[in-house]
């Protein structure tokens, strides 16, 4: 793809140093705002000429030209800022010594200036020369066309095969189409991830309204038109007209167009279908055709993106969703090359076979028509089928790329420039993986995605980002907080093999596993020290290291030998759960574009679409340097052995920026050792985190100043780390520290006041050091820019700096208190007094306090969402959470210990905003809830209580109530939700359903439906156990 996405990712870069670190810029500011500038041209030339694969070779060779460029002068930048930053903690200004290479520095980013300035000159040349030799707006038109051959193209795809599984959907979409109770005319709007089958679903239903004999159909004119990214106005009318048999071709003013359709339409009751719409300005163009004569004409909206059809109706549009097993595997087997499965036996290996493959579609039609077909030409027997499963995974996955990576290809190309990172990267997790939205945004804001907004924090700017990528149906959200934003997401794998192709091209990042680590070590060159671009020095020869790097290329060069490999097994027949863990023991190695495997076997198309993924690899596509392929920018490594990751000496440590470790089921081993290789080899990088480590012994994390670039430090796993060095607070990038592992010494150095930019200090419980008399005096303010710190060991002196306002805009705050330790109601009491100061705090989670005096009258009236961990909760305090105005979720936690009382009362007129209640493992017997106490419920969660008979009969008074969670309750809170009025069925689930939410239910489960007066259900889900630590 000749479009990118690097000159903005760098105009990030530079903008933010500009604007935070200009005294860093000594002597180079003008140079780096010229090429800040340059780089602005460049990406509103991207971005409006529409490059992506509709002009010619120059342009493209111009666009490969600028990602090379970017490279180097990221390279550049950060090599000046390296020096300066040591001198600087060197108290060292700009001695006689140093001048002459200030002078080289200032020399390199002026030739880094001028090749900017070059590139956004070429491109606009380029453009209107092609302009001018082709008829102005040709690209465009070019591109239109060929986005409208694409979209057919794909959608023909489905479209050609037989249609299942929307029986349902459509039943229901039709009972409103035509429901007599709705008089005026209605847009109604399906929507969904593209690929599922969207045009298909209209089309079953235009064509069961279309057929109807005139006396039963109940609508005189029905029309479709298809939409899609190349939408145009006047066409869009003029296929309106034909399709009611009008011919106004003679007519091409748009006004005069839909003046026709409304002349046409005026009077009757008509149906209409908008197919394919991208954009929420085509309902905006052409809604005034159609009249509303209150007959019940109704239009029909097929779209990928929620805002779209949002802004043609304020009613929920309907969200398509992915087809079960059954209907997946009644789909496949449409495909008339594979009717010979109807002949075999239900149980049959093959039979078991084929439902495996099926399911690894994940629901998706587009995927498993593209699935069959290719099965359909492996042969009709079990061992055909699973020799192409063992050796033709890599095949398949470059096939499909050919149908279902160009289908998602168009979602990709219509994001804003802005997104287009973002949404890339959510191929750096594993597949099939649910993330946390949290961590996702984080690390958006650390790589630099997320432009800055001046009054508007980055976590809002990011979670904004999240949600236009969830209304545009490429994120799937797994859960919901109680405030509705999502907790937990994933991606379709088709979705992620996208991102990992494009991503590959980009040089965006590399997903490396641990079985393909040793082919692809030859493909990340060493670099043993810094390269300085400005001295013009080499990296001195590392004779051992380039042993290794032959010894690899030779070990790589005998797999591709056929004759110099075994052949793989073939799957032998077995029960089909044996059979299962086979194929899941194998798909567990995750297939990666950018991971350098190879197929098992070398056949003639295997080995031809390996030659095609080496040369992306080695660079040799559109005459780029092979450079920007070998030095990933970012890596992101899957793996259950960190010492088998050959060593840290394959990591380009010039260029790689971000270094993520996803370590799986078994735990990596991490020690000083590694570390310390880390802390040496990688002096770029701006975000480290491990997920899931096993520390051996004590971690010192002594050198880890060497990462002056650090932006996002995280470790997630078990073990201990020693201390949390002083030197880490010359750490002057640094705005995100997650700890999830213990610490011996848990104290943060004192030092940690000077660490201007940290925003997120997250950890097990840890002491906060008292500001020193020149932070008191506004010197150093850590504090003053902190927005989430958690969890903050409760000390005497706690309520002193909390209350002296040195965390005024913090958001997130997390107290522990040791019971140990000697503290008094009236201490505490002062603790949670202290908190009025924070005007800014929403969450709020207190683990291990004990019950306060009658003092506390009140908390911040900010709070959003508490949560309380082994804590007291007496009536009082209960009656403060009851008065928070914002309140909109409440846990309550008890582990290891009892409640205190056997009752809890929500008085009348408490908790009027809240959304969400947990209580787990509070055995209470009796549970009261007054009049008009927790209104707008939506959400409840009760775990852990035996000795509960009933629930309040309030409680189903509640409108908004949707979703009851329970576990381990007793049999006759269970038998009571049998007697109540409403109470519909009751059916047994195998495992707790997708959409129970959040999911942390384990074994089997018990559904209720119970309907309430105001006509609206309440779904009550009771599993066998639950899973504290999801809560």
Not at 324 to 340: I, K
Not at 697 to 712: A, P, T
Not at 790 to 807: A, Q, R
Request: contains cysteine.
């Amino acid at each position: 793809m000749a479009n990118t996405i690097l000159p903005i990712l760098l105009e990030n870069y530079l903008t933010r140093l500009l604007k935070d670190h200009p005294n860093l810029l000594f002597g180079l500011k003008g140079q780096v705002s010229s090429i800040q500038i340059d780089l602005r041209i460049i990406n509103e030339k991207l971005r409006e000429n529409n490059v992506a694969k509709h002009h010619g070779d120059d342009v493209k060779k111009v666009v490969d030209q600028a990602k090379d460029v970017c490279l180097e002068v990221e390279d550049v930048m950060d090599t000046y800022l390296t020096k300066v930053v040591i001198q600087r903690r060197q108290k060292m200004g700009i001695p006689p010594g140093r001048l002459s290479q200030l002078i080289s520095h200032v020399k390199v980013f002026r030739d880094a200036a001028s090749k900017t300035r070059r590139i956004a000159i070429d491109i606009g040349k380029h453009i209107k020369y092609e302009e001018a030799a082709n008829g102005t707006g040709v690209a465009e038109s070019t591109a239109a066309a060929a986005q409208e051959h694409q979209s057919r193209q794909s959608r023909n795809f489905v479209e050609d095969d037989f249609v299942v599984g929307f029986d349902r959907d459509m039943t229901i979409l039709v009972n409103q189409l035509i429901d007599p109770r709705n008089s005026r005319r209605s847009v109604t709007s399906i929507i969904g991830m593209g690929g599922l089958g969207k045009t298909t679903l209209a089309r079953k239903i235009y064509n069961k309204i279309y057929k109807e004999p005139p006396r039963k159909n109940p609508f005189l004119c029905v029309a479709w038109v298809h939409v899609s990214q190349g939408y145009n106005r006047t066409r869009f009318f003029l296929d309106l007209l034909e399709c009611f048999n009008l011919n106004y071709h003679n007519l091409c003013d748009d006004g005069d167009l839909a003046s026709k359709v409304r002349e046409h339409l005026g009077g009757k009751r008509y149906f209409v279908v908008m197919d394919d719409i991208w954009q929420t300005q085509v309902w905006e163009d052409v809604k005034i055709a159609f009249p509303d004569d209150l007959n019940g004409s109704r239009i029909l909206i097929t779209s990928r993106h929620k805002e779209i059809a949002s802004a043609a109706s304020p009613g929920t549009p309907y969200l398509l969703s992915f087809l079960d097993n059954e209907a997946s595997w009644e789909l496949f087997c449409r495909n008339q090359r594979l009717m010979f499965l109807e002949e075999e036996d239900r149980g049959s290996d093959l039979i078991n076979l084929g439902k495996l493959f099926v399911e690894s579609c994940k629901g998706l039609p587009l995927s498993i028509i593209d699935l069959a077909e290719v099965l359909a030409g492996q042969g009709k027997t079990y061992e055909s089928w699973s020799n192409f499963f063992l050796d033709g995974i890599d095949g398949y996955s470059n096939h499909r790329s050919k149908w279902c990576l160009e289908y998602m290809a168009l979602s990709y190309n219509h994001l804003p420039q802005h997104l287009k990172p973002c949404f890339l990267y959510l191929g750096v997790f594993p597949k099939d993986s649910e993330i946390q939205t949290k961590v996702l945004t984080q690390l958006w804001i650390a790589e630099g995605f997320v432009q800055q907004i001046e009054n508007i924090t980055a976590d809002a700017v990011a979670e904004d980002y999240l949600e236009k990528l969830i209304d545009g149906n490429l994120i799937q959200v797994t859960s919901r907080r109680g405030d509705g934003t999502a907790r937990t997401c994933r991606i379709h794998s088709v979705i992620r093999n996208f991102c990992l192709t494009e991503s590959l091209q980009e040089n965006f990042f590399k997903v490396q596993r641990e079985d393909g680590l040793a082919v692809s070590s030859k493909d990340l060159k060493v670099q043993s020290k810094d390269q300085d671009p400005a001295s013009g020095d080499k990296p001195p020869r590392n004779t051992e290291t380039s042993q290794q790097q032959k010894k690899n290329l030779e070990d790589t060069q005998s797999e591709d030998d056929p004759s110099s490999r075994p052949k793989p097994p073939t799957l032998t027949r077995s029960n089909p759960r044996l059979l299962k863990k086979k194929m899941e023991a194998i798909q567990s190695k995750d297939h990666d574009p950018s991971s350098g495997d190879k197929p098992r076997r070398n056949t003639e198309s295997n080995l031809k679409q390996n030659k095609n993924l080496k040369e992306i690899q080695s660079g040799d596509h559109g005459n780029r340097s092979s450079s920007s392929i070998i030095k990933p920018r970012r890596l992101s490594v899957h793996c259950n052995n960190l010492s088998y990751y050959v060593t840290w000496n394959t990591i380009d440590a010039s260029s790689a920026r971000s270094l993520l470790y996803f370590c799986g089921q078994k735990q990596i081993q991490f020690d000083k050792k590694k570390w310390m290789r880390l802390c040496h080899g990688l002096k770029f990088i701006r975000v480290l985190s491990f997920y899931n480590i096993n520390i051996n012994g004590e971690l010192d994390l002594s050198g880890i100043e060497n990462l002056i670039f650090l932006r996002c430090f995280k470790i997630r796993g078990s073990g201990l780390i020693k201390k949390i060095p002083d030197s880490m607070c010359n750490l002057r990038f640094l705005e995100t520290l997650d700890l999830g592992v213990q610490v011996s010494d848990c104290s943060w150095p004192k030092n940690i006041w000077r660490m201007k930019r940290l925003r997120r200090l997250c950890s097990l419980p840890m002491k906060f050091p008292e500001p020193d008399d020149q932070t008191r005096m506004g010197k150093y303010s850590t504090g003053c820019n902190l927005q989430v710190l958690s969890e903050l060991y409760v000390e005497k002196k706690t309520s002193d700096f909390l209350g002296n306002t040195e965390f005024p805009y913090l958001l997130d705050l997390g107290l522990f208190y040791k019971g140990s330790e000697l503290f008094d109601q009236s201490q505490m009491t002062k603790v949670l007094q202290s908190l009025e100061k924070l005007q800014h705090l929403q969450r709020l989670r207190l683990s291990g306090f004990i019950n306060c005096d009658r003092r506390l009258y009140n908390l911040t009236s900010t709070l959003t969402k508490v949560r309380l961990y082994n804590s007291s909760l007496d009536s009082n305090f209960l009656s403060i959470l009851g008065d928070l105005p914002k309140l909109l979720a409440l846990t309550m936690k008890l582990k290891d210990m009892g409640c205190e009382s056997d009752t809890i009362i929500m008085e009348e007129g408490k908790f009027q905003q809240l959304r969400a209640l947990k209580m787990i493992g509070y055995d209470i017997q009796m549970w009261e809830l007054e009049k008009n106490a927790m209104p707008n419920l939506q959400h409840l969660a009760l775990l852990g209580n035996q000795r509960m008979k009933a629930l309040p009969e309030e409680l189903w008074k509640r409108k908004d109530l949707r979703l009851v969670q329970m576990s381990e309750i007793s049999e006759s809170l269970r038998n009571s939700l049998r007697k109540l009025e409403g109470f519909t069925k009751e059916r047994r689930l195998d495992s707790p359903p997708a959409d129970g939410n959040p999911r942390y239910l384990q074994g089997m489960v018990s559904e209720f439906i119970i309907n309430r007066s105001n006509e609206s259900k309440a779904r009550v889900l009771i599993g066998e156990a639950f899973e504290f630590g999801k809560i």
